[in-house]
């Protein structure tokens, strides 16, 4: 079976301090992966996602970067971060075919102070 | 622009008692359309998933519905439980490169004893 995992679950980071925050699926090949950030009482806003390792798509120009080192490893990066990246961010993953189903990582709750 | 609206923002219903959200979306070329229930600070789980042929998609006391000419979706949850408290998120998928998601806003639904 499939699983998707996030980590860390919480982080509390300074103003101006790295981010790395990782994201893994087993159990399938070559998935969409996907970073997804909602602020509180908000919808999801799609950051990044990839259809492929080291293919990256950016969907809302910020200080967030993606990589995709690996078929089943995505990673969302910040060389210095900001007090309006706090927030709650998802990984999620989908098959190739348009009818697949998503799934979500448990979110990392992330406060920049 | 694609777009999923939802409708209402939040609702507080009492236990027991019957209730439905809606969801229109202007997402084309349009692939399928999902319900997500989300609880606070999990990441969100599938309910039901719906192509363009299908008109209702049931999940035990959740029931989707679908209409493709008006493009829009309704969720009735049935004889509602506490454990219902959450978010619903209508998620519609476009068909091609990335067969992207597009997330509207949610409806945050409270249930009470």
């Known amino acids: 079976s499939q699983t998707i995992h996030q980590w860390p679950a919480t982080l509390v980071q300074p103003v101006g301090s790295p981010l790395s925050l990782e994201c893994t699926v087993e159990?399938?090949?070559?998935?969409?992966l996907y970073w997804y950030r909602q602020a509180a009482g908000r919808g999801l806003q799609l950051l990044f996602y990839s259809v492929g390792i080291g293919q990256i798509s950016s969907e809302v120009p910020q200080n967030l970067s993606a990589s995709r080192p690996q078929d089943r490893q995505f990673i969302l990066s910040s060389k210095k971060l900001l007090l309006s990246d706090s927030g709650f961010y998802l990984c999620a993953w989908r098959g190739q075919g348009a009818g697949t189903e998503a799934f979500f990582g448990q979110g990392t709750r992330l406060t920049v102070v | 622009k694609n777009q999923v609206e939802q409708s209402p923002q939040s609702l507080i219903i009492l236990e027991g008692k019957n209730c439905t959200l809606q969801c229109n979306y202007t997402v084309s070329p349009f692939s399928n359309l999902r319900w997500y229930k989300q609880d606070t600070g999990r990441g969100p789980v599938s309910l039901t998933i719906?192509?363009?042929?299908?008109n209702t998609k049931s999940n035990g006391r959740y029931t989707a519905t679908l209409d493709a000419d008006t493009k829009q979706s309704s969720l009735h949850i049935t004889a509602s439980q506490l454990s219902d408290s959450a978010s619903y998120i209508c998620v519609v998928s476009a068909m091609g490169a990335g067969n992207m998601l597009t997330f509207g806003g949610g409806t945050r639904l409270m249930v009470k004893p």
């Open positions: 159990g399938t090949s070559n998935p969409n």
């Open positions: 719906m192509t363009f042929s299908e």
